[in-house]
Nanobody, 121 residues
């Protein structure tokens, strides 16, 4: 079992930056692929970024490539999402997720409660 807790959300002006953190409990974090997802009001939840268990592979939604960076520190059981050059369309609740066996954009087993990111124009 893995429990996930996001933090770092907030209100920022367009062009600004935020860093989200996701702290995991449980022994399986270091062997789990991890991902970030987001859900804007009235829209379905969408994939944002993923990272393999050792950080060797990453994947990004096209619209965030070059602006967002996913990383992890297995010694701290923590995953990060550095978000730069934020745009109003990045406004959403951001969720972290963990997958026991699978690196990719789907099939995640555990989810956090989410943290709100609001980008003002």
């Amino acid at each position: 079992q893995v429990q996930l807790a996001e933090s770092g959300g907030g209100l920022v002006q367009a062009g600004g930056s935020l860093r989200l953190s996701c702290v995991a409990s449980g022994r399986t974090f270091s062997s789990s692929a991890m991902g970030w997802f987001r859900q804007a009001p009235g829209k379905e939840r969408e994939f944002v970024a993923a990272i393999s268990w050792n950080g060797g592979m990453t994947d990004y939604l096209d619209s965030v490539k070059g602006r967002f960076t996913i990383s992890r520190d297995n010694a701290k059981n923590t995953m990060y999402l550095q978000m730069n050059s934020l745009k109003p369309e990045d406004t959403a609740v951001y969720y972290c997720a963990a997958s026991k066996y699978h690196f990719g954009r789907t099939l995640y087993d555990y989810w956090g409660q989410g943290t709100q990111v609001t980008v003002s124009s």
